[in-house]
């Protein structure tokens, strides 16, 4: 079964810490890896898109990286307008091209 | 006004009511979603129109009731509800070719009393 998990479930960083969110997936075939912030009484925004293993994309200070098994959501010097839930959500070949699998998130608390 | 909208905010019904809830995007996109987020659980996939046609209905119960007249309008009219019905209902767009990032609302937050 198609599958995303998200760690840690909880995050408590001191401003200026940098650290790494995990995302593992086991699909049979990855068409593309998501991952969008959301905060709360909001709906999720988007970040980046990634396709295949050894892709990285980049904004300010998030980096986002894939393996064959796992995607990392690095933080650099983290603010504490940097606090949100980190989602993960795959696309898996074989399934409709409108369907997500989404972790149940990382709750990132950046305190000044 | 601009991205997609979602009303109400917030609403508390009986599980004897019918209520509806209503989304609207400005982003000329041709898909519109329908997402169910319960607390610590992964956002559920309900229901997908492209071009006003439903593409996707990921089993859901039959109180569940969705709507899209046109690409830029998406309702969900629900009657009958039960208390684990409670959660955030949130509404997306994009493009409309898949595999594409997706534009969310804002939510409803929906209470079943």
Request: charged share 20%; glycine share 8%; net charge neutral.
């Amino acid at each position: 079964e198609d599958q995303v998990t998200q760690s840690p479930e909880a995050l408590r960083l001191q401003e200026g810490e940098s650290s790494s969110l995990n995302c593992s997936y086991t699909v049979s075939g990855l068409r593309g890896l998501f991952w969008y912030r959301q905060d709360p009484g909001k709906g999720p925004e988007f970040l980046f898109t990634l396709y295949s293993a050894g892709e990285e994309k980049e904004k300010e200070r998030l980096k986002a990286t894939l393996t064959k098994k796992e995607s990392f959501l690095h933080i650099t010097a983290p603010k504490p307008e940097d606090s949100a839930t980190y989602l993960c959500a795959v696309q898996a070949v074989g399934d409709s091209s409108y369907k997500l699998i989404f972790g149940s998130g990382t709750r990132l608390l950046v305190r000044p | 006004e601009t991205g997609v909208t979602q009303t109400p905010r917030h609403l508390v019904m009986g599980m004897t009511n019918k209520k509806s809830l209503k989304c609207e995007q400005h982003l000329g996109h041709n898909a519109m979603y329908w997402y169910k987020q319960s607390a610590k659980k992964p956002l559920e996939l309900m229901f997908v129109y492209n071009f006003k046609e439903q593409t996707e209905n990921n089993s859901v119960p039959s109180r569940f009731s969705p709507e899209c007249p046109n690409s830029s309008h998406l309702f969900l009219h629900l009657h009958t509800l039960q208390p684990e019905d409670s959660a955030l209902y949130l509404c997306a767009s994009s493009p409309g070719q898949g595999r594409e990032k997706l534009f969310f609302g804002s939510g409803t937050q929906l209470s079943v009393l």
